[in-house]
């Protein structure tokens, strides 16, 4: 496994690869790695000759009061997870190597990247674009592989892709859960064991609106209504957002339909979490 820090190196890597006649998939991740990142490795080795993965941890969109400083950071235990896992290479450089000195190019996905956590989180999701947009110019993968628990980013990456028209396929992976149902998230090491039984509440009150939905209701404001019951049973879980929008704009509906994302963040203690089931 190689282990790169430079663009020029990574360009030149994923290049040779190209050369060989062989397909490229790209695994971007922020480190901290769990069974969810494992889970999108897995399904690019299976869809590709050759997997490479990044360890980045964004600046860009992570906002002034955000978690930037203690984002948790464990690079090595990361490498030796991904060699384990017949990564091929790694993408791994310093903040200046990705946004060198007099920098001033961004990509904002309007309309889309304004919605779910890009309404409360103000610039997150033009972070996440531009780092995405760099990576993709970098490695030029054949596929690229994301988890449905991002919903959101994925929704903003599809349309960065149309629009930008970037010459690869979006994976789209399914959530990877604790067998109690808590969705696996780099963040979650920050809950204590009271808030980890805590944030069971976000994937009880999906199950519920689902369930609600599979029993014939259709009505959003309904759906919303019950889901908004079970996040009332634990009063120290704040909600950010508990809405129910088309998967691929973001926008609210009205009447639920196949398809439709049900989408949650909640900040449980001081850990923002999200969550998120397809109807």
Known sequence: MQVLSTVREMRAACGAVCKNGQSLGLVPTMGALHAGHISLMRAARTQCDVVAASIFVNPKQFGPNEDFAKYPRTFEQDCALLEAEGVALV????????YPAGASTLVEVEGV????????????FRGVATVVAKLFHIVAPNKA??????????????????DLNFDLELVVCPTVREPD???????????????????????????????????????????????????ATEPEVRIDYLEIVDAA?????????????????AYVGNTRLIDNTIL
């Open 91 to 98: 993408f791994a450089p310093q903040p200046e190597e990705m």
């Open 113 to 124: 990247g304004d919605r779910l956590d890009g309404a409360s989180r103000p610039g997150h």
């Open 145 to 162: 592989f994301f988890g449905q628990k991002d919903a959101a980013q994925v929704a903003v990456l599809h349309s960065m892709v149309r």
């Open 181 to 231: 149902g808590l969705a696996l998230s780099s963040r979650n090491r920050y809950l204590s064991v009271p808030d980890r039984a805590r944030a069971l509440v976000l994937s009880r009150a999906l199950d519920v609106i689902s369930a609600n939905y599979r029993a014939g209701e259709k009505d959003v404001a309904r759906l919303l209504e019950a889901g908004h019951s079970v996040m």
């Open 249 to 265: 704009t973001l926008l609210p509906l009205r009447e639920a339909a196949a398809g439709a994302l049900v989408a949650v963040a």
